[in-house]
């Protein structure tokens, strides 16, 4: 047994419970590294918290559950990072005390032994514990912090005996040099994370604001949540009976394992779509899901194009600032034939407003109305998910930005740096086409997962490359066409995209 696991399976920790129907126990992700065991292992305790209790999974929760199940991984975030001169592994312990005491979401772990589905429950009092590793004096210890954080996103987690956070303290030559923290996904989403990390680096006491977890799923049973739920379903049951199932027309497929990952790093999209946004209104998110819609329709001959963009649901009374998974997906079409790409912006801003309305509902309940869906319309497919991690949140540096609009010159420069990469290859069961934006120091990452018998691999480039083409078109020109063709006939051979 690898050090790190040792440290998630301790006599403190509820026995394992075993259930017929769902795994307690997830597999990690990546290659994971060699290890040593830790130098020290530091104790941290909490007790005598107000909001212990247990119930049912949130309707948030409950989405995420059961795509960490479909997918076989707990879904591991975050990584290592520098710590400030100065700091001990003392202040390092505090700061995962302070955690797991301020926010529920950090002392919640599954229970399987109450019916037949998986509930919550948040700890008042418990114990957890802080690793401190040492890195040789002759290494760089950030290759040591990032050797101890690929080692806690790849070990195995247990959902009913282990906490949601594995956090370590990287020394070398006895000062605290990294911090590792790694989040199981369950305990939040990305906005509930920006959330967390900005309060604990304000070192924030002021009581907590919001649903949280117990309450949310309170909240989702009673009337009101039964009648958010309702309109929902209405919604979903109108939209999904107007699809025409068009299937992609079949391809080769290549040897190997079926989802392949792409990833293209672009410093030309973060201009390209800022300035469509200050142009049309829009959002940032809604530039990028037209154009990405667009590039999609051009490269399969399939519109209008339906999809599941990732609902934050952060707008929601009581849930702006809480730390917990919200995200939902939600479901829209869109038909961006004959359209300028300001007016394919203009439709999918129309189009996702449903979806982002009713992107708070019963996850179970929308999957067995798909499921009859599928059932009585063979080829209906709605796995094209857009998920847009970017923090859109406005603050003062973008209200005083009266930066000018990029120019041709200036985006065609930004384009020479564009890179292309394969990222991975797995036959783990993935969403069959997934789109996944990330900010980075220099620009923006569109990271891509697809189903290669759906989709094939030597279109992947082409097609990311087109949504950063149709982005600096449409911010020189928002008159300029998407280039999307009406509906076409099931078996139509796809047209190649737009190098």
Excluded at 9 to 33: F, I, M, S, V, Y
Excluded at 266 to 280: D, F, G
Aim: hydrophobic share 40%; proline share 10%.
């Amino acid at each position: 047994m690898n050090a790190s696991h040792a440290a998630h399976t301790r006599p403190t920790d509820p026995p394992r419970q075993n259930h017929p129907n769902h795994p307690t126990r997830l597999p990690g992700e990546g290659p994971g590294a060699p290890l040593p065991g830790p130098a020290e292992r530091v104790a941290v305790a909490f007790a005598g918290l107000d909001g212990a209790g247990t119930e049912p999974l949130t309707w948030g929760q409950w989405s995420l559950w059961e795509a960490m199940v479909r997918h076989g991984s707990w879904m591991p975030l975050g990584g290592a990072r520098p710590l400030a001169p100065g700091t001990t592994v003392q202040d390092v312990a505090d700061e995962l005390r302070h955690l797991v005491t301020r926010y529920p979401s950090m002392r919640t772990r599954l229970r399987f032994d109450a019916g037949p589905e998986p509930r919550q429950e948040v700890a008042g009092a418990g114990e957890v514990f802080l690793e401190v590793h040492d890195a040789p004096d002759g290494a760089d210890p950030a290759a040591t912090a990032a050797a101890v954080a690929a080692h806690h996103r790849h070990a195995p987690f247990d959902l009913a005996a282990h906490w949601p956070v594995r956090m370590s303290v990287v020394r070398h030559r006895g000062t605290p040099t990294h911090l590792v923290a790694v989040i199981c996904h369950l305990a939040t989403d990305a906005a509930g994370a920006r959330t967390m990390l900005r309060e604990v680096a304000a070192k924030e006491r002021s009581p907590l604001r919001g649903l949280q977890p117990l309450e949310q799923a309170r909240w989702q049973r009673s009337p009101a949540g039964r009648l958010q739920d309702d309109r929902a379903h209405r919604h979903h049951e109108r939209l999904l009976a107007a699809i025409v199932p068009r299937p992609l027309p079949a391809a080769p497929t290549p040897p190997g394992p079926r989802y392949w990952t792409a990833e293209l790093r672009s410093r030309a999209l973060r201009p390209a779509v800022r300035a469509v946004a200050r142009r049309t209104g829009a959002t940032p998110t809604t530039v990028l899901l037209a154009l990405y819609a667009a590039a999609l329709a051009r490269a399969t001959a399939v519109n209008p194009v339906v999809v599941r963009p990732m609902v934050g649901n952060r707008f929601r009374p009581g849930l702006a600032d809480v730390v917990c998974m919200l995200s939902q997906l939600g479901l829209c079409t869109l038909d961006l034939a004959g359209a300028t790409l300001d007016e394919a912006v203009d439709r999918t801003r129309r189009a996702t407003l449903g979806a982002y309305k009713y992107g708070y509902y019963d996850p179970r309940r929308f999957a067995a109305l798909l499921d009859r869906a599928t059932r009585e319309r063979p080829g209906l497919d709605v796995s094209c998910v857009f998920n847009d991690r970017r923090d859109e949140a406005p603050d003062a540096a973008d209200a005083a930005d009266d930066t000018p609009a990029p120019t041709a010159e200036q985006l065609r420069a930004a384009r020479t740096g564009t890179a292309f990469r394969w990222a991975e290859r797995t036959d783990r069961p993935s969403e069959r086409l997934f789109l996944n934006v990330e900010d980075e120091p220099e620009g923006v990452l569109l990271s891509f997962t697809a189903d290669v018998r759906l989709l094939p691999p030597d279109r992947f480039e082409p097609l990311l490359r087109d949504v950063e083409g149709l982005a600096v078109t449409a911010a020189l020109d928002g008159t300029a066409a998407t280039g999307v063709s009406p509906a076409a006939p099931t078996g139509v051979s796809p047209a190649a995209p737009t190098p």
